[in-house]
């Protein structure tokens, strides 16, 4: 069982900067690609982003919304992966989720191929 908790949600301006951290626990970390989704008030929860196992492949979501802009990464020693958002948009709004699935020969982007979840952080980007 893996426990993860996100952690750097918060209130920023639009053109901010806000970096997510997802802390891992109770499985071995490096078993498992990682991926940042989030959820909108009404809508369903999106792909983000997502890592490898051992950072070397990433994968973004196909919108303009967020290429260019976040960046994913992961520190293996510290079971952690974080979520760079730079830019923030007033759509960025969202509470942000850090997931966790098996590592396997492709990134996964849906909601239902992760296992294990985060509670979630909230983010809001003001105008």
């Known amino acids: 069982q893996v426990q993860l908790v996100e952690s750097g949600g918060g209130l920023v301006q639009s053109g901010g900067s806000l970096r997510l951290s997802c802390a891992a626990s109770g499985g071995t970390f490096g078993s498992y690609s990682m991926g940042w989704f989030r959820q909108a008030p009404g809508k369903e929860r999106e792909f983000v982003t997502a890592?490898?196992?051992?950072?070397?492949?990433?994968?973004?979501a196909d919108s303009d919304s967020v290429q260019g802009r976040f960046t994913i990464s992961r520190d293996n020693a510290k079971n952690t992966v974080y979520l760079q958002m730079n830019s923030l948009k007033p759509e960025d709004t969202a509470v942000y989720y850090c997931?966790?699935?098996?590592?396997?020969?492709?990134?996964?982007?849906?909601?239902?191929?992760?296992?294990?979840w985060g509670q979630g952080t909230q983010v809001t980007v003001s105008s």
């Open positions: 997931a966790a699935t098996f590592a396997g020969p492709r990134l996964r982007t849906r909601v239902g191929e992760y296992v294990y």
């Open positions: 890592i490898s196992w051992n950072g070397g492949s990433t994968s973004y």
